[in-house]
């Protein structure tokens, strides 16, 4: 059964950083196969896209993370990144990160989130 374990999140001020990683296993196909998407759902709030890594490494952002965010991937590590920069207290949410199986839609995997509280 496939698993992705969500870490890195916690307690930031205002204009603090933190990096998620999110490490899988247990894939039935090659990690490298699978699109990585970070998701976040604050309280009261639906679930967003926050950023996305396709398989050959092109990313995309939430425009309101656009230039404070950067995803990335680790294929031989099978983890994904999500690098936080000059957080705000509107980042405060969940995140979750999904695996999304490029050759198959509707094969996809979630975490079971990490929290990130930015407060001062």
């Known amino acids: 059964q496939v698993q992705l374990v969500e870490s890195g999140g916690g307690l930031v001020q205002p204009g603090g950083s933190l990096r998620l990683s999110c490490v899988g296993s247990k894939f039935p196909d090659r990690f490298s196969t699978y699109s990585m998407i970070w998701y976040r759902q604050a309280p009261g709030k639906e679930r967003e896209l926050v950023a996305r890594?396709?398989?050959?490494?092109?990313?995309d952002y939430a425009y309101s993370v656009e230039g404070r965010f950067t995803i990335s991937r680790d294929n031989a590590k099978k983890t994904v990144y999500l690098q936080m920069n000059s957080l705000k207290p509107e980042d405060t949410a969940v995140y979750y990160c999904?695996?999304?199986?490029?050759?198959?839609?509707?094969?996809?995997?979630w975490g079971q989130g990490t929290r990130v509280t930015v407060a001062s």
């Open positions: 999904k695996a999304s199986y490029f050759y198959r839609a509707g094969n996809e995997y």
């Open positions: 890594i396709s398989i050959i490494g092109s990313t």
